[in-house]
């Protein structure tokens, strides 16, 4: 597996395990042989979402909305020097309008609405607190997360999720201090299926440090 493959992989988990259905999205070209982009994660979070019997919050740097649906549109960098969003997101508004309209929620004259007023949050220098607030439409807000497993600090200046997060998160949920008594936390990993298990059975492993170089030696990751 290569790297930029397990940041992907780390940050489709860390959603998933708060509370979001999580998928990949190909915009279509025109022009054989190409796409416009791609967004490496499109995750969605209902307000009534609970799983209780796994006593773990949602993680606060997410702060989904327990009133409003959750659309975040994430894009995973593996260079912390290059950290924004890709050009096409930022500067095509039909990228945005044809990937709320995949999802789905709005009518189309709702997505082409919410989509001009979210464009600008994808450009570079959004202070972190109007890309967490994102766009209310209908019931749903739409928010434009980075993510960069390999950044070494936590990101002060962008809503970015990093590996410190993603880490602490996933021990949290995996490796409580004692039995949960309505949840065990040991079962076959192969239900987590490809490409989750192994990542999956590394940071369950109370054996490993479960830092970013320790899973790409496990992994064998290029």
């Known amino acids: 597996m290569r790297k930029p493959i397990v940041h992907e992989v780390l940050a489709t988990l860390y959603l998933r395990l708060n ?26 979070r209902h307000p009534h979402h609970e799983q209780l019997d796994r006593i773990i919050e949602t993680d606060a ?19 912390p020097s290059s950290l924004g969003f890709n050009k096409p997101i930022q500067n095509e508004i039909e990228i945005l309008r044809n990937t709320l309209r995949w999802a789905g929620i709005f009518t189309k ?29 209908a019931g749903c807000r739409v928010r434009p997360l980075l993510c ?42 192969q239900q987590w299926g490809y490409p989750f298990t192994s990542i999956v059975q590394y940071l369950k492993d109370s054996k490993n440090s479960r830092s970013l170089e320790g899973l790409y030696e496990h992994l064998k990751a290029e």
């Open 19 to 44: 509370g979001y259905f999580t998928t990949g999205l190909i915009l279509h070209s025109d022009i054989h042989g190409r796409n416009r982009t791609d967004i490496d994660c499109l995750a969605i």
């Open 148 to 189: 960069c497993p390999p950044c070494p600090e936590p990101v002060h200046d962008r809503w970015c999720v990093t590996k410190a997060e993603i880490f602490d998160f996933a021990d949290r949920c995996f490796n409580p201090a004692e039995p949960r008594p309505s949840s065990s936390v040991r079962y076959n990993f």
């Open 109 to 137: 004259r709702q997505a082409n609405s919410v989509a001009d007023r979210l464009q600008p949050l994808f450009r570079d220098g959004v202070p972190m607190k109007m890309a967490r607030e994102g766009v209310n439409e």
């Open 61 to 79: 740097f997410l702060d989904p909305s327990k009133e409003l649906t959750d659309l975040i549109i994430c894009e995973v960098k593996s260079d």
